[in-house]
């Protein structure tokens, strides 16, 4: 109720329904509407940690030096090789965890050219 000129007056709110959270998850937002016991058996998505994030950047980094260093000659008299390794030395290593990801892709797409372009000459 709402007093309104000295007299009372029921007044009616209108808003919209809430909105549901659609999520990826078949179990959606079940997991907060559960006695926690039911919750914990419920399946949780797995993320990485950080170490694990790291060591799997690395491991690229280290395949695609590989397979740069195997193009051969004429791979190594284009400019993009110098590119493609700066890419994955000093790049790279200035690069915070996110973009390493992003520099490793864009070294890899640089390779391929590379190894294109070594194969037509």
């Known amino acids: 109720m709402r007093l309104t000129h000295r007299q009372y007056h029921q007044v009616r709110l209108i808003g919209n329904a809430p909105r549901q959270i659609k999520t990826s998850s078949p179990f959606g937002g079940l997991r907060n509407h559960l006695p926690l016991w039911q919750a914990a058996m419920m399946p949780r998505t ?11 950047l690395e491991q690229r980094r ?22 493609a390794r700066t890419l994955l030395n000093q790049t790279f290593r ?11 892709e864009a070294a ?4 391929t050219v590379l ?6 000459m």
Do not use: C
Not at 62 to 83: D, F, M, Q, S, Y
Not at 108 to 111: D, N, Q
Not at 115 to 120: F, G, N, T, V
């Open 46 to 56: 797995q993320t990485q940690n950080f170490r694990q994030r790291y060591d799997a």
């Open 94 to 104: 200035k690069a915070s965890l996110v973009q390493r990801a992003a520099v490793l």
């Open 115 to 120: 190894d294109k372009a070594s194969m037509l």
């Open 62 to 83: 280290v395949e695609l030096i590989a397979r740069l260093a195997a193009l051969g000659e004429k791979a190594h008299a284009n400019p993009a090789h110098g590119r």
């Open 108 to 111: 890899e797409w640089l390779i």
